[in-house]
């Protein structure tokens, strides 16, 4: 895991890609995947990531993530 993140983290750098921009389409992925694998129960997809669930409806309408 540690060798793909460090690969990823080089080939972004290398080609410019802005931390802002890097971070913003992590936490979108990240947010979408733990979404899915709850079924769209935005509850336990919260409890999954260790926030609110205030805090991940914010997320979500902030990243436009349509979930399911």
Do not use: C, W, Y
């Not at 802002?20 to 936490?27: L, N, S, T, V, Y």
């Not at 129960?41 to 990243?63: C, E, F, M, P, Q």
Request: hydrophobic share 35%; charged share 40%.
């Amino acid at each position: 895991m540690r060798e793909l993140l460090e690969q990823l983290v080089t080939e972004m750098v290398d080609k410019g890609i802005r931390f802002d921009d890097a971070q913003r389409e992590f936490e979108k992925r990240f947010i979408t995947r733990v979404v899915q694998q709850s079924d769209g129960n935005l509850s336990r997809a919260a409890d999954t990531l260790g926030v609110h669930r205030n805090t991940l409806t914010r997320k979500i309408k902030d990243l436009k993530i349509r979930p399911r």
